[in-house]
Nanobody, 122 residues
Framework: QVQLVESGGGLVQAGGSLRLSCAASGRTFRIYAMGWFRQAPGKEREFVAAISGSGINTYYADSVKGRFTISRENAKNTVYLQMNSLKPNDTAVYYC???????????????WGQGTQVTVSS
């Protein structure tokens, strides 16, 4: 099993920045791809970003490309999401995910965190 715990959410004004963190525990962290999804009120859960186990390959949704950066520190079993130039429509609950391979669909990830709220005010 893999346990994922997110932190770093909060309230920020449009144009501001936040950094989300996700600490993993349980099975060997290095073999897992990690990622972030988000879900806004009344909307389906959507892919945000993902990173390979080595950290070399990263993937982003078009809506966040150029503004968000995903990274990981395998020594700390932690993945990060640096979010810059935040917009009101980035408001959502952000979920950390883990899987054995990188993917962009919800059904490709079998481990999910509880989520952390990000609210961007206009």
């Amino acid at each position: 099993q893999v346990q994922l715990v997110e932190s770093g959410g909060g309230l920020v004004q449009a144009g501001g920045s936040l950094r989300l963190s996700c600490a993993a525990s349980g099975r060997t962290f290095r073999i897992y791809a990690m990622g972030w999804f988000r879900q806004a009120p009344g909307k389906e859960r959507e892919f945000v970003a993902a990173i390979s186990g080595s950290g070399i390959n990263t993937y982003y949704a078009d809506s966040v490309k150029g503004r968000f950066t995903i990274s990981r520190e395998n020594a700390k079993n932690t993945v990060y999401l640096q979010m810059n130039s935040l917009k009101p429509n980035d408001t959502a609950v952000y979920y950390c995910v883990a899987a054995s391979v990188v993917g962009v669909s919800t059904n490709e990830y079998n481990y999910w965190g509880q989520g952390t709220q990000v609210t961007v005010s206009s």
